[in-house]
């Protein structure tokens, strides 16, 4: 959210971390953006008057956020739209890259898998920007937080991986059709997130994970050179991408 009053440091980061609370709690953001929006005039006008920041939160900034949230309703419709575009979405980007190699087909496993671990990380998510918003840590102890959250999926899809080559499920085979049809629905996923979201972070991690294997089997590069390269420049690409886009976030003042 950009900051249209001038409030000092200590304000914006207490506003910051209020919004990330709330948002951890699960609250609707339109209610969100109400009660963020009113706090900023409470503190702009306490802080003209010389007021110090505990005459309108008190003390415990962490107590001011829970009890702020505790008036507010679970907003369980919208999270639960979260939640389904989260796991679908998930899914989405391994059924476009299996799409490559030929008709879709997984087992029981690895549907449940994708499901279980796209919980475990909405879960995550929720407890990390909860205690990132209420603890005075450091930004390398945040970074070490968030980086744990974003390893977490890949360690756990990484695990599934070798757990479905050790166990056999019943596998279920989609056909030309049938993986036709999926691919269609993954598309539109993607793109509804995306416009959703009204960015286009989604579209273009998928190409990078795409594009890369597809322009180097056009090569008469070996295969184990064609996956190196594949991965330096999928990794890379998204890396750089986020990168940049996270500078152009802070030059707009987000």
């Known amino acids: 959210m950009k900051n249209e009053l001038q409030l000092s440091k200590k304000s914006q980061e ?52 829970k009890m702020v949230s505790d008036e507010m309703v679970i907003d369980y419709r919208t999270w639960f739209k979260y939640i389904c575009f989260i ?30 671990i796209g919980a475990i990380f909405i879960a995550s998510v929720f407890i990390g920007f909860k205690f990132i918003s209420t603890a005075n840590r450091s930004l390398k102890i945040q970074g070490l937080i968030l980086g744990s959250i974003a390893i977490l999926p890949i360690a756990l899809f990484v695990g599934l991986i070798y757990l479905n080559r050790a166990f056999d499920t019943t596998l279920i085979y989609f056909g030309n059709k049938g993986s036709l049809a999926i691919g269609v629905v993954a598309a539109l996923i993607i ?16 190409a990078f994970l795409i594009l890369p294997n597809y322009l180097l089997s056009l090569t008469p590069l070996q295969e184990e050179t064609q996956m190196i390269i594949s991965v330096i420049m999928t990794y890379g690409g998204i ?11 802070k030059s707009n003042g987000y």
């Open 87 to 116: 796991v679908f979405g998930s899914f989405s980007f391994s059924i476009f890259i299996d799409l490559w190699e030929g008709n879709l087909s997984y087992s029981i496993l690895e549907i449940i898998g994708h499901i279980v």
């Open 239 to 249: 890396g750089i991408y986020l990168w940049i886009l996270s500078k152009l976030e």
């Open 191 to 206: 793109i509804g997130v995306s416009i959703w979201a009204k960015s286009w972070t989604l579209i273009i991690i998928m």
């Open 14 to 65: 207490f506003i910051e971390n209020l919004n990330l609370y709330l948002f951890s709690s699960g609250k609707n953001p339109d209610e969100i953006e109400d009660i963020v929006s009113e706090l900023e005039v409470h503190l702009f006008e306490a802080e003209k008057k010389g007021k110090p920041i505990e005459k309108i939160i008190g003390k415990s900034p962490k107590e001011y956020m």
